[in-house]
């Protein structure tokens, strides 16, 4: 029975192992092989003269990469990785890989992003991307977790909509039978909706679609979103589950990833303490003006250079509060005081922002002046304006970027690192 490389150790005594040929040594009298699973590395030493000629000739035979099957007697080695080799009987070929090979997954030739997300397959073979996703698994187990036990109900919207939920843009147009459909960019009005329903606290983990033409390291046209939504709750209530979410998150990646933190190189995995600070969006503006060279009032949306002097300012994660109304959606609560700003915020990393959320609107003929004021046309709101007819609770929620949270959390460069196969303009296969 197979077992996994990991679990091999100098007293194993007899065991058969499958992997990659990692690497390949032959020193005349004896040939090294590393072989590789998802656990771990192990040698395989052959001794030419006492090893059967079935065995030698798939060692002549085998190709780095290829899919290999190894029984033998595990002896204990010094110099070898984890302090054992296995002197095999059987060395069976399972499947050869072709020559030369589209990248080097021992890394000793570097290869650009492109190369690597052509050859993903391959790429994901490496230990230090294959801890990128073995990180995000472990993170949005942690963001279930967290979510199931603070009682939120895990919810599934379409991603086949016939509007648009953020006004208006950046669509995707589909062909859906004879309908003009679209792919969602948020699950924004369904998760509303369910407030209607009475299901008090929903959260969803899935796909929006974004047909922006944004070519950067933080933008894709496929994103993940961590959205949730709840009623009888303010943006401060929300606020306070998303700052926890984040803190639970990191310390859950922190406890059962040190080895793939290791494997990635990163000596300061910083959990961060909530709560987090407030920053109130005029105040973001001011710290701005007085750092960056472009100019930036009050009223403009915060550029990258603003949001990455205001970052270096505040040092960690923080919010973005009292947003102008004029420059967020319309479903955002205006302030009962100032309706010149709402009660929507952005929850910021120093490098980028990772999430946006507000209290809602929940009052109908408010709603439909607001999707007025943006210029919308609430006819095509009919569907999500309805439930708000019938006794709609207050609510509020935000929505959380995935990708972001894990590219910001592990210090990569590019968004595409953290997902694996990205779309972006450019990118369509695989
Ligand atoms: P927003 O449009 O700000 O808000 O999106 C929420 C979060 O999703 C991530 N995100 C993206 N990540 C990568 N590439 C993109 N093109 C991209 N677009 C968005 C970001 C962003 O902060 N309906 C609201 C949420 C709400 O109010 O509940 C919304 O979609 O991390």
Known sequence: ?????QSVTPTS?????????????????????????????????????RTSEAVLAAARQVSRESVVRVTGVVKAIDKAPGGREIVPDVFEIIS???SPLPLDVVEKVPADLDTRLDARFLDARRPRVAAVFQI??????AINQFLHNEGFINITTPKIVAAATEGGTELFPIAYFDKEAFLNQSPQL???????????????????????EHNTTKHLNEATSIDIEMSYADHFEVMGVLEQLIVKTYEYVGETCSDQIANLEITDFIIPKAPFPRLPYGEAIEIAKKKIEDPIQYGDDI???AERAIGAEIGGHYFIVDWPSAIRPYYAMPHEKDPGICKAFDLMHPRMELSSGAQRVHQHDILVQQIKKKGLNPESFEFYLRPFRYGMP??????????RLVMTMLGLSNVREAVLFPRDMHRLVP
Not at 22 to 45: K, M, P, S, W, Y
Not at 197 to 203: I, Q, T
Not at 394 to 403: F, V, Y
């Open 1 to 5: 029975m197979r077992i996994p490389i």
């Open 13 to 49: 005594g007899q065991a058969e192992i499958c992997g990659w040929v990692h690497e390949v040594r032959d020193l005349g009298g004896l040939a090294f092989f590393l072989i590789r699973d998802r656990t771990g590395i192990i040698q395989v030493t052959i001794p030419k003269k």
């Open 96 to 98: 050869i890989a072709d």
């Open 136 to 141: 995000r698994s472990a993170a949005m187990h």
């Open 190 to 212: 369904f998760k509303q909706m369910m407030m209607a329903a009475g299901f008090e606290k929903v959260y969803e983990i899935g796909p929006i679609f974004r047909a922006e």
């Open 303 to 305: 550029s990258p250079a």
């Open 394 to 403: 207050p609510h509020a929620g935000w929505g959380l970027g995935a990708d």
